[in-house]
Structures are given as C-alpha cells and as structure tokens.
C-alpha cells in the first residue's frame, strides 16, 4: 500500500473516532419497547355514548387507537393527547397500541364498558291545536333520554315519528275517534320508558252549534264561579216550536258565583261577520226578564270584543233572542265567545238551558216578506244591472199602504236577463200552498214578471211567468208552482222584470210575497188535515216525536199535501206517543165517531186516539189495529161513551202502543168527525 494512502487512512480514522466519542451527536437506534401501557377510559354521563380515551405508556412517543366497534382506527396521536369516539351502549375491546421513536411497536387490548342510564321521569304534553282540532302536538321530556319515538295509534304497523329530546311531534289525524298516543323515551341503549295517553279527536267547533255531533266536542268553559261544570249537553228539557231538537247546553249560575260569571268557548275558525254581524241563540230562562249578555272576543286579545244584552221574555219554555254586534271591526278576527246569564246578579243555583247559536240575519227571512224589517235586512244579489233596494213605499194607495217595499232598478243598458235574488232562511214549501203571491208597480202594462225558485245545491230551479196588467197602480200577481212537486229545498228566490227585453232605466216595486191559496185552516182544530202554513206544536214523551210535513206517499186515499209524522225511537217506551193541543175543543153533539189515515211501516200496529181535557182531568181513549203496512189506510175510533159536558182540547196519539220503539217512522192525517 501506498505509504501516503496509509497516513491518510490513520487520519481519517482518527477523525471519526474522535466525532463519535461527542454523545449530543449519538443516535441509538436500539431503544427499548414502551412499556406499561394502559389507557384512561372517561365516559359521559349524557346516554350520549360519547367515550374519550388518553391512552398512556412508558416510552411511547405515539399511540394508536382501534377502538372495538368496527369503527376505523384513529389517526396516530402523539403522547399526552386524547381521542374521542361515540359508541353505542355495549362491551369493547379496545387495543391500545404504543410506538416508539425507532417504530417499534407494542399492543395492550383493554375491555371498555358503554353503559346508559335508563330514562327517568317521563312526562309528555299533548295538545290540540286550536284552529285545527285534527292537528295534535306531543312534547315529551325525561332525565338521560337522548330521544324519544312517538306512535299516534291511527293506522295499522305505524312507523313511529323519531324526535330529539326538546323537539315537539306533530301529526294531523284523517278522522275522528279515540286514539291512543304512545311515546317511547330512548336511552341510547336497550333501557326506554313508555307512556301512553287516549286522546279523541273531534270535528271542529264552529257556527251553528247546536249540540246535536257526536263527533264535536262542545268544550265550554266556566268562569266567575262553577268552573269545574262547564256545559254538558243535556236532554232538552221542554221541546217546542222555537227549539224541538233532542239536545242543549246546560248553564248553572252557582250560589255565590259573580255576578259577572258566565261561560265562554273557542271556536276552531273565526266567525264571518261579512254578510250579518247579528247572533241568534235559542235560551229557555227559569225566570222572564233575566239579561243575557253575548260577547265575542279576539282570541288572546280580550280588548278586542263585541257584545250586546237582550232580555228574556218567557219563563220555563223555549224563546230565540238576537244579539246585534253593531260595534264589530271587520277587520279583526273574533273566535271566542261568551254567556252571561242574569248578567249584574250574584248566581243563585239556578240553571239555564241554550242552543242553536248562529249567525242570521235580524231576523230569519222566509215567506211572507214584507220588508218591514229595515234596509239592511234583506240582502238582494244582482246581476246583469238589476239592483234592489229597500225604500219607503213611493205610492202608499190601493192594496199597499204598508210603509216599506223593494225597488228595482232595470238600468239603462241592462242584460235580457238581468235581475236579482235573495237566499232564504227558511225553505219555500209547496206543501203549504203551491201558489205564491207578489204585490207589483210597474211603469209598464203587459210586460211579463218572472219568479224563479232554486235549489243551488242540488243545481234544480223552478221558474213561472206572469204578465203585469196595468201600470202605474199597486197590483197582486199570481204564480203558479203545481208543477215543482213538495220536495226540493228551494231556498233561493229570483225575480226578472220584463226578462229578455234589455234594461230602459225602468224602477219596478214589489213587496209583500207570500203563500196564497189553499192556505189551509186557520185555527188549531178538528178536523186536523195540517194543510198550509199554520203551526202545529207536537209535544213528545217517553222517545216519540212529531211534526207536520210533506206527504211522504200521496197515493191512495190520501194524496194531501202535508201530514204529520211520528217518529219511535229505538228503546222508545212502549207508552212514547205526542199530544197537540187544540184552539177549539172538540164537539162531539152531533156525532161520537171519530176517523184518522194512518200510514205505517207494520201491520197490526195497536194505535190509540186519547182525548183529554187539561183543565179537569177528564181523558177517554179508543184503540184500533193497522190493517195494512207501507200504505194509506182509515181507522176508525168509537167516542159514544165521551161525556159531551166536558171541553176536550188536547188529541194523543200512540203508535204501536205497548211495544218498545225501534226506530219506525209512523205518519197520520186528516182526525176528523164521522157521521
């Protein structure tokens, strides 16, 4: 070897062993493995699963953690810091693995326990929404529940609604019923809570309430006194004319109460006061001259109201009384209302009966119109350029001296066909006279004036021409309906002045339209044939009721237009009947036979004629069988054994007496004297 190559291989080396003899520039690259490795397991305390792990060993610059679950493994974290996982409630093997600075590598598996509370104290609210009673809200609350699964009980294998602890449920039913709400509180892991709760669902509370749904929840509510009654419905206590229904509302001033307390309820829709800002409420009062005040309010807004008091007039029987709202805002909405019965006065126990609240006009518009009611009484829709108004009678003379009639404006112009009408409240009935009148003043002589009735539901209408004969002079036209039948519900009134002929700036007066001819009788008295327009009050007992109506099968002996009908209701008495009280008594010195049609839906129905006079006492009754069913036949019933000195003025009628009801419908006709 080169002896310089020799020198300078001795130098070299002595450089090196001189440069690593220097320990701060030594790398050991054979470190030991970490050592006691373990890891901190911190568990909330939530249900939330939510688990963090600070993983520790000697000798470790860095850890990684597989955390048991499936999950992917964390990122390497260095040593001193933490990683949090969620977890679900269960048993995990967690490997915890350690590295050195060489990457050297060491393992633990470590056993880690997920465990939730149960939930606790569950409590749930639910209500329903005030303008929509379909509509339920469910909002239910528990200690450790990290959420809760809500079943609304309407269909079959319902898929629950999952909500987050402090979120409402919300679900909006197709119909009416008991249902049951279940709310099921959620641990996080297999320990829950339930809760159920039946709620029923109703229609909704609006105008007209008259007691009668059984899928309407008449929730009223009491204040100044008796707040736990409320109004439960009740069986009418006195039916009558004004108010035959079956069921009312059933107020009590309690002893001692306020003398400003009342009842009150929230309807589910505002009430429209567009066309009419009057209430009507039927009221039957233990006392004549009680004030009744009705108020409606703005819902959460008490300052916003309207009221008006009306006092009653009868005692112990039905009356309507008519609440005008003349201070209402229109632009407001009004939702809640409000009674006060004896309004000013403390209670004193005693009970008031109330029903059919509703919207109408001053007062209800039927035939006979006369327009005495007041300008904005009748409201007349035209079209085409026909208005009508209500003015005083510009010709008080001849057959019309009454102080108000309509007035017709043909404008200039004007459709054919233009003209106006009215809705009515009650339904025209050709039943009572087929043939309607009109008092007329027209400018023109032989033009024709057209009435027209319609049905707009049905979309059927009838309509008869008549020529006006004279101009200028107040005369009465006839029309003639024969041909519309005793069915139809025709409840809107038309009228055409001069139809087909365009407007000429004509001004026509009408007034007083009302049934004419074949009126029938005008008293209460025997013979009983219940022809035309005159009231007869039925007054049913033990489950039967009757009123007068249209022949449901003119044919045979009895093709009259209207007769009575007596309804049996399933579990009836077998005593149930109705008694009418008459204007005259009956006078049996020249005959004691008395005869009756009868039509009934089953043969040999044992059907009693009573007499009776209130006055005394004195009653006597006859008995005959049903011959026939499903058709019109006669009976006939002795009276000879009737004393003659005694005023009878009541007539009782049974059907099928003796046998309990089951929903028959009877009709009668014609009680009269036989020679």
């Known amino acids: 070897m080169n002896s310089i190559f020799k020198i300078f291989l001795i130098l070299f080396s002595g450089v090196l062993l001189t440069g690593c003899n220097n320990d701060d520039d030594f790398i050991d690259f054979n470190q030991d493995l970490p050592t006691n490795i373990d890891a901190q397991f911190i568990l909330t305390t939530d249900n939330s699963g939510e688990v963090t792990i600070i993983p520790k060993g000697e000798g470790a610059n860095s850890f990684i953690i597989e955390f048991g679950d499936g999950s992917d493994a964390s990122e390497e974290i260095a040593a001193g810091q933490k990683v949090v996982h969620i977890y679900e409630e269960g048993q995990y093997e967690v490997i915890i693995t350690a590295k050195n600075l060489a990457g050297d590598t ?20 639910i209500t329903i929404d005030n303008n929509n009673p379909f509509l339920v809200n469910v909002f239910p609350t528990a200690d450790n529940a990290v959420g809760f699964e809500v079943y609304f009980g309407e269909i079959q294998d319902e898929e629950p609604q999952n909500i987050v602890a402090g979120d409402i449920a919300q679900y909006t039913y197709s119909t009416t019923g008991v249902f049951t709400i279940t709310v099921v509180a959620l641990s996080g892991g297999e320990a829950t809570l339930t809760y159920s709760e039946e709620i029923e669902i109703t229609d909704p509370l609006v105008l007209p309430i008259d007691f009668e749904s059984e899928t309407v929840n008449y929730a009223f509510f009491n204040f100044g006194g008796g707040e736990a009654l409320g109004v439960p419905v009740v069986q009418n206590p006195a039916p009558n004319n004004v108010n035959s229904s079956a069921k009312v509302g059933q107020y009590t001033k309690v002893s001692g109460s306020e003398v400003w ?135 008080a003379s001849g057959i019309n001296t009454s102080a108000n009639v309509a007035e017709m404006l043909k404008a200039s112009g004007s459709e054919p066909w233009a003209g106006a009408f009215i809705d009515l409240d009650e339904d025209v009935d050709f039943g009572i006279s087929s043939t ?40 009465e036209l006839e029309f003639d309906f024969s041909g519309a039948g005793t069915t139809g519900n025709w409840t809107r009134l038309v009228l055409f002045y001069n139809l087909g002929t365009p407007g000429a ?61 007596l309804f049996k209701d399933t579990g009836a008495e077998v005593w149930a009947g109705s008694f009418l009280d008459l204007d005259e008594p009956i006078d049996f010195s020249n005959t004691q036979q008395m005869s009756m049609k009868v039509w009934s839906p089953i043969n040999n129905a044992n059907v009693i004629l009573k007499l009776e006079s209130p006055a005394t006492g004195y009653e006597i009754e006859v008995s005959a069988t049903t011959s026939v069913a499903n058709q019109w036949h006669e009976l006939t019933f002795d009276f000879s054994s009737v004393s003659l000195s005694e005023n009878i003025d009541r007539v009782v009628i049974f059907m099928d007496f003796g046998n309990p009801g089951n929903g028959n419908t009877f009709y009668f006709d014609d009680i009269q004297l036989e020679n």
């Open 261 to 395: 307390a009342g009842t009150s309820a929230t309807l589910n829709e505002n009430i429209d006061f567009s066309s009419t800002q009057t209430i009507a409420i039927d009221v039957y009062s233990p006392q004549a001259g009680i004030p009744v005040l009705f108020k409606v309010e703005k819902e959460g807004d008490g300052s916003i109201f309207a009221e008006s008091t009306q006092n009653t007039t009868v005692a112990n029987q039905w009356e309507t009384l008519t609440f005008n709202l003349t201070d209402i805002n229109p632009a407001e909405s009004y939702s809640v209302i409000a009674l006060f019965f004896n309004f000013g006065t403390s209670g004193a126990d005693e009970d008031y009966y109330f029903d059919n609240i509703r919207l109408t006009n001053p007062f209800e518009i039927g035939l006979p119109i006369d327009f005495e009611g007041g300008a904005n009484s009748y409201p007349f829709v035209e079209f085409g350029g026909a208005p009508v108004s209500i003015i005083a009678n510009p010709d």
């Open 436 to 475: 309607i009148s009109i008092k007329v003043w027209s400018p023109q002589a032989n033009v024709p004036f057209t009435m027209k009735f319609e049905n707009p539901g049905a979309g059927t209408e009838t309509e008869v021409s008549v020529n006006i004969p004279t101009a200028n002079q107040w005369i």
């Open 505 to 565: 700036g004509e001004l026509i007066y009408f007034d007083d339209i009302e049934y004419s001819g074949g009126s029938g009788p005008t008293s209460v008295s025997v013979p009983l044939t219940f022809e035309g327009s005159l009231d007869y009050t039925w007054t049913g007992f033990g489950g039967a009721e009757t009123q007068v109506i249209n022949n449901p099968d003119p044919s045979g002996i009895n093709t009259s237009n209207r007769v009575a009908e």
């Open 106 to 125: 060491v393992s633990i598996t470590k056993t880690l326990i997920v465990s939730f509370l149960p939930p606790e104290n569950l409590e749930v609210t």
